[in-house]
Nanobody, 126 residues
Framework: VQLQASGGGLVQVGGSLRLSCAAS????????VGWFRQAPGKEREFVAA????????YYGDSVKGRFTISRDNAKNTVYLQMNSLKPEDTAIYYC????????????????????WGQGTQVTVSS
């Protein structure tokens, strides 16, 4: 499956953005999907994940209550709604697909994903 992330941009503190991750060449509903981010000089960080049906979602501690992951399997697309953005949310955001529909502890680990998108830059200005 090929993934294409989009929707990044420049936003002020407290603002919102919605990222999209569109999948092609595959049946999206067969995959769990995650969002990760990486800021300059920092390690990759787990943001959110959704299991195949979208019924179970997981979030990193730093985004809980502010970010929401959702998916539309009919459109082969996963979304990341980001609200109340902070300067520390500035990073390149990547979507990734996991073929195993794994449990939360696995979906939090980037190395457990099989496919990655190219990333989209999010910059939050103060």
């Amino acid at each position: 499956v090929q993934l294409q992330a989009s929707g990044g941009g420049l936003v002020q503190v407290g603002g919102s953005l919605r990222l999209s991750c569109a999948a092609s060449a595959g049946t999206f509903s067969n995959y769990a999907v995650g969002w990760f981010r990486q800021a300059p000089g920092k390690e990759r960080e787990f943001v959110a994940a959704s299991r195949r049906s979208g019924g179970m979602t997981y979030y990193g501690d730093s985004v809980k209550g502010r970010f929401t992951i959702s998916r539309d399997n009919a459109k082969n697309t996963v979304y990341l709604q980001m609200n109340s953005l902070k300067p520390e949310d500035t990073a390149i955001y990547y979507c990734a697909a996991n073929a195993g529909n794994s449990i939360m502890s696995t979906l939090m680990i980037g190395d457990k994903y099989d496919y990655w998108g190219q990333g989209t830059q999010v910059t939050v200005s103060s």
